[in-house]
């Protein structure tokens, strides 16, 4: 049998005195195995005089622990070593005794005397271990000598364990709180502390023993801020939490008098005690007393915390640059809190656990500070990979930075979320789409009408959604949607989600008198189906009844009775109650007659429209990084973050007698500190000096020329800035001011450095899709280029403007002009089929007759509403015709007509907003167009192969309008005819990733060859290839731009699904072109 030698190896201990290698773990033990014979090597190891056997036991104890095994029986043999003298094996002794003298304390107290001996061995490891060990050992009666060892501790000669004094600190106060003052003592002295090691264990001694203790941080404060930096990375994020609270409490807050702000460049940043002393006197008074006179001056010691904690947002540590962030947003002027936000976007690089915490943070700040992110809008577009928290919290950042100006592509965004698979995330893309049209009042009617459309979706949550939304919009303005109450009421057919119905029947009852006919249908259609009715729908029917009856009770009368006497016998005790309360209430009777009377004001009354905000609106008041923020309910331990004070309290209580020696060497040190921590690949400005003016230009790009030439034009932008904060800080001392000047020397050869390697990578990397979002030093530079990589990267998503008929949530292009109406008449694919594609010139006559036929999806669409073109209506259409000044462009025919009674001139194209890579052919201007007239004009353009929107302005003499055209896919391309054997070559080059294949099931009524050709040819202007098939249709065109291949192939067997395959270069267009081909083909 196969166990027997493993249950032999375990028992026996298979090794000799000289093989410490085992083959099988004796630690596991048998199935059968008896527990007194559990580790007997280990034991027997542990008690034998050779020093090389128990450092082999001690490592394989130690090995087990770290693996979760119990080892606790072992206590008794390994105790007995505490004396060793070998250092090795008395370090792991002290590794073990750590972990389990809590838990054999009784075994633990009858070593304690070889542990205070260990408390004077030479070996600082051992002296930091025995005071570990001790203060493990949670027994009330040793107290005294613990609190004796720590005291020792704090003055011993090694840092490391004054550092483990620290940490025995709170351990020996959560034992006996009783001591605290002689441990503030001790605080006080590690407070004292000039290194590095000590710092951050003694502020967490300090903030768990006695955070109200301000006072002995006076001294330290500013050894603090200079030490911070050389600090490890646990301790930083103490000392800054720490510092945090101690701020809000002994400086002014800086935004009290925000539009007077200013630094005092006059004052050194040391000035001498006389000065600090006469500052908070009569003058910060009189700043209180009259802010309008005298502006707000930051106390140095403020400044000194923002300036020395700025480098740490380039920490490498997601919890220390989450510390600064806070502490920025917490405690700095508004025009500087914007430093934070790059290093946050940095952040949501990392892991999943660390975007989740950064977010909520973020979603937090940007309520408030909603400038500070916009430039990073992109950094916040959702991941198919993102998991749904992820997806969730992005969507409420999206959702608070949206306004007026980037709303489009904001809703461009969310209308590609909505075809999701994640129901939870799309369900909350709905949500916010519900927000956005709250918060901006411009574009409520297109978000309505895009919701209304989505009501037709296949998904039955995705529409449950949607309905509970519109009922939220509709509460604001009722009186104008009847229509789509009217529309609601006809899907309460086929919507099964209770919550969906419940939300139909209740806009139904409180909007009756919109839809008198309609109301008593559906109620007559849910009297059918109330006993199989969820609670909540049942409900609501009890309500509709009940306002019917009271508006409308000659239709309804004998319904509600009915209703009514359903949900009187119903399984739900509030529904029964429900039925009762309501029957007495409107139902006039002897006994209730006082009440009846007011039914209709208990039932009609008017109800306020329901604000839809953010759940993050009130989070701020907890501390931005803390578990209380992250949980949003006060958490054990936390501490209120303080408010600031009407008056500064005395500044000079934080001067402190330095000699002048130690203040060079100090100054001297940090200068070495500062020259590496600079050079990283960010340049020598700073990490974050120029995060407010430049966006993230390298969050899309992988290649390192784009990053090459980010780090290039970030440090030229910021060289400005950090050259007046030289200047601002040149007056402290003679030393600060040559070293400002080295600094800008060296900073001028960096910038013309980046400016070269910045210039050459833009040149090798044009083909990056992410080089068009390289940061420009204007703001009105930034914000196009920002508009444009927004809809560079969410344009491919969109489906089709031809093919889709839905509305679009994107029908808003630019807000600027008041004068443009843009929301009123969302752009829609237009029924009107009376011009069909014109002159379709083929070489194959036996295919003309199949492309020229007329189909809907090649009419025209409507460019200008003649509403909101005041009398001038536009349409166009793609006329699949080469554009003759250049073959690249696509063809298209603009039509005008004038319906207004007044002659319209000068009608031609204004300056249009395109993105990178898209160009327009204007066409001539059309000098008059009379009353009644029409006429048509040719324009080329140039789409780059992508379908994004061609932005322009429609321009006559005294007006302009904004218009966009976007091609669907199909029009991107022109038909190339090859024989069989060419496309198969051809088709062999683009497999792989070049490929996409789906499988249709094609309806009876698409199985001619005819009926076919005629839909894959509408939807994409493609040619014909021969095949010798009966069943196979080949199709072949090149797109206009660079002259791809598509290639297309539908397999239509008689029996099964269908399979249409596409293989294309341009993956992005091969996918959306199977989507608009498979939908054109199972209508």
Not at 336 to 343: L, N, P, R
Request: proline share 6%; aromatic share 6%; with cysteine.
């Amino acid at each position: 049998m196969s166990a027997a030698p493993a249950y032999s190896e375990d028992k026996g201990g298979s090794a000799g005195p000289g093989e410490p290698e085992y083959g099988h773990d004796p630690a596991s033990g048998g199935i059968f195995s008896s527990d007194y014979k559990r580790h007997d090597d280990l034991k027997e190891m542990l008690d034998t005089n050779k020093d090389s056997l128990k450092l082999e036991a001690m490592k394989r104890i130690v090995a087990m622990i770290a693996r979760g095994k119990n080892a606790s029986d072992l206590f008794p043999a390994v105790v007995k070593n505490v004396a060793c003298k070998n250092i090795e094996v008395k370090k792991l002794v002290y590794v073990y005794l750590v972990r389990y003298a809590e838990e054999q304390q009784d075994l633990a107290l009858l070593s304690i005397s070889t542990f205070q001996r260990g408390l004077k061995d030479p070996n600082q490891l051992i002296r930091a271990s025995a005071l570990r060990v001790l203060s493990s050992i949670r027994v009330p009666i040793i107290v005294p000598i613990m609190m004796l060892a720590i005291k020792e501790a704090a003055s011993d000669m090694s840092p490391y364990v004054r550092k483990t004094a620290a940490h025995a600190i709170p351990k020996l106060y959560s034992l006996d709180s009783d001591q605290k003052d002689q441990l503030i003592e001790v605080i006080e002295k590690l407070l004292a502390d000039k290194t590095t090691l000590v710092a951050g264990s003694v502020v967490m001694a300090f903030e768990e023993v006695c955070p109200e203790r301000i006072d002995l941080i006076h001294k330290n404060y500013r050894k603090l801020c200079n030490l911070l930096i050389d600090v490890e990375e646990w301790g930083q994020v103490v000392i800054i939490s720490m510092l945090t609270r101690y701020a809000r409490t002994q400086f002014l807050s800086p935004t009290q008098n925000e539009s007077l702000l200013e630094e005092n460049p006059e004052k050194a940043f040391y000035g001498s005690e006389e000065d600090e002393a006469k500052g908070p006197g009569p003058e910060e008074a009189a700043a209180t007393a009259l802010p309008s006179r005298k502006p707000y001056v930051m106390d140095p010691d403020h400044r000194l915390l923002l300036r020395n904690t700025k480098p740490l947002l380039q920490s490498r540590s997601a919890a220390v640059v989450m510390a600064v962030a806070q502490l920025y947003f917490h405690l700095a002027p508004k025009a500087e809190v914007g430093v934070i936000a790059k290093a946050l976007v940095r952040l949501l690089r990392s892991h999943s656990e660390v975007q989740y915490v950064v977010l909520q943070n973020v979603a937090t700040m940007s309520i408030k500070r909603r400038g500070m992110f916009e430039p990073y809008l992109k950094s916040f577009y959702i991941r198919s990979t993102d998991p749904t928290q992820i997806k969730v919290l992005k969507l409420e950042v999206l959702t608070n930075l949206a306004n007026e100006t980037n709303i489009p592509t904001v809703l461009r965004e969310f209308q590609t979320y909505i075809r999701s698979m994640d129901k939870d995330f799309v369900a909350a893309t709905i949500q916010a789409i519900g927000r956005c049209a709250t918060n901006i009042g411009r574009v409520r009617d297109t978000c309505l009408n895009g919701l209304v459309q989505l009501l037709s979706n296949r998904d039955e949550l995705v529409v449950a959604e949607s309905v509970v939304v519109i009922k939220k919009l509709l509460q604001m303005q009722p009186a104008q949607h009847g229509e789509i109450i009217k529309h609601l009421a006809k899907l309460t057919d086929n919507i099964q989600v209770p919550m969906a119905r419940a939300s139909i029947l209740w806009l139904i009852g409180e909007y009756c008198e919109h839809v008198p006919r309609i109301a008593p249908d559906v109620l007559r259609k849910m009297a059918k189906s109330f006993t199989a009715e969820e609670d909540i729908v049942k409900l609501q029917v009890i309500n509709l009844a009940a306002k019917l009856y009271l508006t409308n009770s000659k239709q309804t009368k004998l319904l509600t009775q009915y209703v009514l006497s359903l949900a009187k016998y119903d399984q739900n005790y509030d529904i029964r109650d429900r039925a009762r309360f309501t029957r007495q209430l409107i139902v006039p009777s002897e006994q209730g007659g006082a009440l009846s009377r007011h039914a209709k004001k208990l039932f009609l009354a008017p109800k306020p429209a329901p604000v839809l905000e953010s759940s993050f609106k009130d989070r701020d008041h907890f501390q931005l990084g803390s578990l209380s923020h992250l949980l949003n309910a006060k958490a054990t331990g936390y501490q209120e973050l303080p408010d600031w004070p009407e008056e500064a309290p005395d500044p000079s209580v934080r001067n402190v007698e330095v000699p002048e020696w130690t203040k060079c060497s100090n100054r001297e040190k940090r200068k070495e500190k500062e020259k590496p921590f600079y050079s990283d690949s960010e340049g020598e400005s700073g990490p974050t000096e120029s995060a407010d003016s430049n966006p993230e230009s390298d969050s899309e790009s992988d290649s390192k020329s784009s990053s090459e030439s980010t780090s290039g034009e970030s440090s030229s932008e910021s060289d400005n800035e950090d050259e007046d904060e030289e200047k601002g800080r040149s007056s402290e001392s003679e030393q600060s001011e040559e070293e400002g000047e080295r600094k800008k020397t060296k900073k001028r050869k960096k910038v013309a450095e980046g400016h070269r390697a910045g210039s050459s990578s833009d040149e090798g990397s044009d083909s990056s899709s992410s080089s068009s979002e390289s940061e420009v030093t204007s703001e009105s530079e930034e914000e196009q280029v920002e508009a444009t990589s927004w809809r560079r990267k969410t344009a491919p998503s969109s489906k089709s403007a031809a093919a889709a008929k839905e509305i679009s949530l994107l029908d808003l292009e630019d807000f600027t002009p008041p004068s443009v109406q843009a929301v009123s008449p969302p752009m829609i694919v237009s029924t009107s089929l009376v011009t069909d594609l014109e002159g379709l010139t083929l070489t194959d006559s036996s295919l003309v007759p199949s492309l020229l036929s007329p189909v809907p999806g090649a009419g025209r669409q409507e460019l200008l509403h003649r509403v909101a073109g005041e009398g001038l209506a536009v349409d166009y259409a793609f006329s699949r015709q080469p554009f003759p000044a250049d073959p690249h462009m696509v063809s298209v025919h603009i039509h005008f007509s004038n319906s207004s009674e007044n002659p319209i001139k000068g009608l031609r194209v204004g300056a249009p907003k395109l993105p990178a890579g898209i160009s327009i052919q204007e066409f001539p201007e059309i000098e008059s167009l009379a009353p009644g007239e029409s006429t048509t004009a040719v324009m080329g353009i140039n789409f780059c192969d992508s379908t994004q929107a061609a932005n322009f302005q429609l321009c006559t003499e005294t007006r302009q309008f904004y218009v966009s055209i976007q091609p669907p896919v199909g029009e991107l391309m022109a038909p190339v005819f090859m024989s069989e054997n060419e496309f198969k070559k051809e088709q062999g080059k683009l497999t792989g990733m070049n490929e996409i294949t789906e499988k249709l099931t094609l309806p009876d009524t698409c199985r001619s060859d005819h009926i076919v050709v005629q839909k894959v040819t509408t939807t994409a202007n493609l040619g014909r290839v021969p095949c010798g098939t009966s069943d196979e249709y080949r199709f072949a065109g090149r797109t206009l731009t660079s002259g791809s291949l598509v290639l297309l192939t539908l397999d239509a067997r008689p029996a099964g699904a269908a399979q249409l395959t596409v293989n294309s270069e341009k993956m992005v267009i091969g996918t959306m072109l199977v989507k608009d081909v498979i939908q054109a083909l199972t209508q």
